[in-house]
């Protein structure tokens, strides 16, 4: 990550809207890349050198985004919900705490996708949870699509606009997301396990029968 954050200026000056695309897809697919700060760094050098769009700038990171993420639900559609089918016993995950994750992504899921653009630890993951938990892919997309516009478009206006400035504010703003994350995820396990009988008994109500794809 830090090895393409030095080469970001070198990236752009060569490759331009493509390098956006490709660095804000292969992050949200889950690879350790700086999206974020690539979005920045083009959004300002749009400000400042003219040599980029910024309406393109923002087009490619929404583009890089949708497209992405939406490799990251496939993936997690395909691959993760057979593996859990068949190995998630052995560790404990039962068709009971499979169909509980569906239920909980049933009533929830577009709020995190949505928000999960948003916070570094969820951009990575949310799409490929989707996937596995059977998330309707039109409702993903939705709320993938939405998010990724409002994500592109604060960010990349704001720099924009405010140029380097953005820089001092992007770095706390995104450790204390990361922090608010951890102590959501951490609040939200602690309260699924508490409640976790009551949550499978309502899923099993809301689905009912044998262990399907919505």
Known sequence: MGFVADQLPDLLARYGYIAIAAIIMLESMGLPLPGETTLVTASIYAGTT??????????????????????GYWVGEKLGYRILLRYGARLGITERKIKLGQYLFMRHGGKVVFFGRFVAVLRVLAAFLA??????????????????????????????????????????????????????????AMIARRHESQLEDEAEKAMPGPLRRP
């Open 50 to 71: 003219h040599n980029l769009s910024i309406w393109l700038v923002i087009l490619a990171a929404v583009a890089g985004a949708v497209i992405g993420d939406n490799i």
């Open 131 to 188: 996937g596995v938990n059977c998330m309707h892919w039109t409702r993903f997309f939705l709320a993938n699509l939405s998010g990724a516009i409002l994500w592109a478009a604060l960010f990349g206006f704001g720099a924009f606009f405010f140029g380097k400035a953005i820089h001092r504010v992007t770095g706390p703003v995104s450790l204390a997301a990361i922090g608010i994350a951890v102590v959501g995820i951490l609040i939200a």
